[in-house]
């Protein structure tokens, strides 16, 4: 079964400042995607960003990048020069490049302060 | 392109009544998929379409939740009868193309659902 960990419940950043989420999973597949989702308060989840397991390189979308670390089966998101619309819920997921089932972790609540 | 819908968008009830959520997934996406998300946590798989066929409802509670997914487009979820923990957010999501890992699911807006 495939878990996911996100070890951080809460973080807070200044605004314009960078702040890195965690996020962890466990696996024995090869093969598999990654998202990072984002929840406004009250509104609905987007994708924020993904990677493929088979790539080395880092995605990065402007301000959001990753840092995939296939062995130590971790990827964090890094947000660049924060904006007070990057407050959130942030969600980690897996999902099985032969599967069509999303495993979500339990979701850092960022919030971006002024 | 229109996005995923859900309503009602709210709902409150008192335990023992029945409720029921629809879904309108994004024009020509396979699968479908209802999450249930208690405030403070990460969306619970409750079931998944892919056309109009069941491929996991493993975690729903089968005494009480029931879904549907006629002629594999729009689905409905139901609840009956509904207890006090069954208080959350139920997210509906859709999926292109089953098999393609790379797409990522689109989610609806959400019902925030209120038991009293």
Redesign the interface.
């Known amino acids: 079964a495939q878990t996911v960990t996100q070890s951080q419940p809460e973080m807070s950043v200044q605004e314009a400042e960078t702040v890195t989420l965690s996020c962890t999973y466990d696996t024995s597949e090869n093969n598999y995607y990654l998202f990072w989702y984002k929840q406004p308060p009250s509104r609905q989840m987007i994708l924020v960003i993904r990677q493929e397991a088979y790539k080395q390189q880092n995605a990065t979308e402007n301000r959001f990048s990753v840092n995939f670390q296939k062995a130590a089966k971790s990827f964090s998101l890094k947000i660049s020069d924060s904006q007070l619309g990057d407050t959130a819920m942030y969600f980690c997921a897996f999902v099985k490049v032969t599967g069509n089932q999303f495993y979500f972790g339990t979701g850092t609540s960022l919030t971006v302060i002024p | 392109e229109a996005?995923v819908a859900q309503s009602p968008r709210y709902k409150i009830i008192e335990k023992r009544q029945s409720v029921a959520f629809w879904c309108n997934p994004i024009s020509g996406h396979a699968?479908l998929?209802w999450y249930q998300q208690i405030l403070?946590?990460?969306?619970k798989?409750l079931i998944?379409f892919?056309n109009n066929g069941v491929?996991?409802d493993s975690q729903l509670p089968k005494d009480r939740f029931s879904a549907e997914r006629l002629k594999g487009v729009d689905s409905t979820l139901k609840i009956q009868p509904a207890k006090l923990e069954d208080s959350a957010v139920y997210?509906c999501?859709s999926?292109e193309v089953?098999?393609v890992?790379?797409n990522?699911?689109f989610?609806?807006?959400?019902t925030r659902l209120t038991v009293l």
């Open positions: 996005g699968t998929y403070g946590q990460g969306p798989l998944q892919q491929v996991d997210l999501a999926r089953p098999g890992a790379y990522e699911q989610f609806g807006p959400g």
